[in-house]
Nanobody, 115 residues
C-alpha cells in the first residue's frame, strides 16, 4: 500500500497550490479519502473529505470556500486545490484513505505560505 503526495512548496500569501495523492496497492475507488494537515506544535487536523464515489465532500471551517477536494478514480488520485492561501495554512499535508477498519496514510508534503 502506498499513498504518495506531491505538489507542496513555498507560496506567497494569496497564492494557490494543488496537491495530489496517488494511491496504489488497495482498491482506491472503495475508499473514502481525506486530507489532513499538521502545523508545528499543533495536532493533526482534517481539512477535507470526499466519499469513495466523490458525491459528497466536506471541509473544515478554516478552509471552507478556499479549498476544494476532488478525486479521479481512474487515476487512483485525490487532489486538494488550495486558493487564497494564508500563513496559517502552513503545515505538512497528509493524504488519508479509510474504509471500515482499514486506514492508510501518506508521508506528507510541506506547504509553506510566506512572503
Amino acid at each position: 500500500v502506498q499513498l504518495v503526495e506531491s505538489g507542496g512548496g513555498l507560496v506567497q500569501p494569496g497564492g494557490s497550490l494543488r496537491l495530489a495523492c496517488v494511491a496504489s496497492g488497495f482498491p482506491f475507488s472503495s475508499y473514502a479519502m481525506s486530507w489532513y494537515r499538521q502545523a508545528p506544535g499543533k495536532e493533526r487536523e482534517k481539512v477535507a473529505y470526499i466519499t469513495s464515489v466523490g458525491d459528497t465532500t466536506n471541509y473544515a471551517d478554516s478552509v471552507k470556500g478556499r479549498f476544494t477536494i476532488s478525486r479521479d478514480n481512474a487515476k487512483n488520485t485525490v487532489y486538494l486545490q488550495m486558493n487564497t492561501l494564508n500563513p496559517e495554512d502552513t503545515a505538512v499535508y497528509y493524504c488519508n484513505a479509510r474504509r471500515l477498519n482499514y486506514v492508510f496514510w501518506g508521508q506528507g508534503t510541506q506547504v509553506t505560505v510566506s512572503s
